[in-house]
T-cell receptor, first 116, second 110 residues
Framework: KAGVTQTPRYLIKTRGQQVTLSCSPISGHRSVSWYQQTPGQGLQFLFEYFSETQRNKGNFPGRFSGRQFSNSRSEMNVSTLELGDSALYLC???????????????FGPGTRLTVL | EDQVTQSPEALRLQEGESSSLNCSYTVSGLRGLFWYRQDPGKGPEFLFTLYSAGEEKEKERLKATLTKKESFLHITAPKPEDSATYLCAVQASNTGKLIFGQGTTLQVKP
């Protein structure tokens, strides 16, 4: 069974630009969550999507947004990039049986974003 | 406020030297506690889920236990390939969000 895939794996952008990251969950998984990981703050929850609806949101500014498609694939977008947005962005999928975030989340390899 | 604290931040062991990693948590209603392993440059790899106090899970040299306030990850006779960052996360029943600790970086020397 294929794992969670994320594209691209590496990105370099400059301040003020915007970026879109993509995540394909494990087949059959309907919940997709996004996290930002930095050395100082660790892993921080961005948002979670289930059946194309944002179900949970972390404490990030509105520049961070996402969406989920009918095939459960998800994208996240960061607009007006700042230096502090440099991080590893991780996507995780979960089975979410019964519509509830269920059991363990399986992570992708991440997208390393560098903002210059 | 929901919070997860892991200790120590870093741990150096000799091969074969057993030890434990701690994860203390404060959460309004625990749905589950998760342990992950993360290697440099990779996403976290799922290890265990614990749901209630008294529960234990084992996998090879790793054993995870859970009380009402903390969890321990016991590493028995570690090998150099066990070197990684170990992350603990709790899921709050009211929000469903996963809250991660800062992790413990384990280095096992041969």
């Amino acid at each position: 069974k294929a794992g969670v895939t994320q594209t691209p794996r590496y990105l370099i952008k400059t301040r003020g630009q915007q970026v879109t990251l993509s995540c394909s969950p494990i087949s059959g998984h309907r919940s997709v969550s996004w996290y930002q990981q930095t050395p100082g703050q660790g892993l921080q929850f961005l948002f979670e999507y289930f059946s194309e609806t944002q179900r949970n949101k972390g404490n990030f500014p509105g520049r961070f947004s996402g969406r989920q498609f009918s095939n459960s694939r998800s994208e996240m977008n960061v607009s007006t990039l700042e230096l502090g947005d440099s991080a590893l962005y991780l996507c995780a999928s979960s089975l979410a049986l019964g519509g509830i975030l269920y059991n363990e989340q399986f992570f992708g390899p991440g997208t390393r974003l560098t903002v210059l | 406020e929901d919070q997860v604290t892991q200790s120590p931040e870093a741990l150096r062991l000799q091969e074969g030297e057993s030890s434990s990693l701690n994860c203390s948590y404060t959460v309004s209603g625990l749905r589950g506690l998760f342990w992950y392993r993360q290697d440099p440059g990779k996403g976290p790899e799922f290890l265990f889920t614990l749901y209630s106090a008294g529960e234990e899970k084992e996998k090879e040299r790793l054993k995870a236990t859970l009380t009402k306030k903390e969890s321990f990850l016991h590493i028995t006779a570690p090998k150099p390939e066990d070197s990684a960052t170990y992350l603990c996360a709790v899921q709050a029943s009211n929000t469903g969000k996963l809250i991660f600790g800062q992790g413990t970086t384990l280095q096992v020397k041969p």
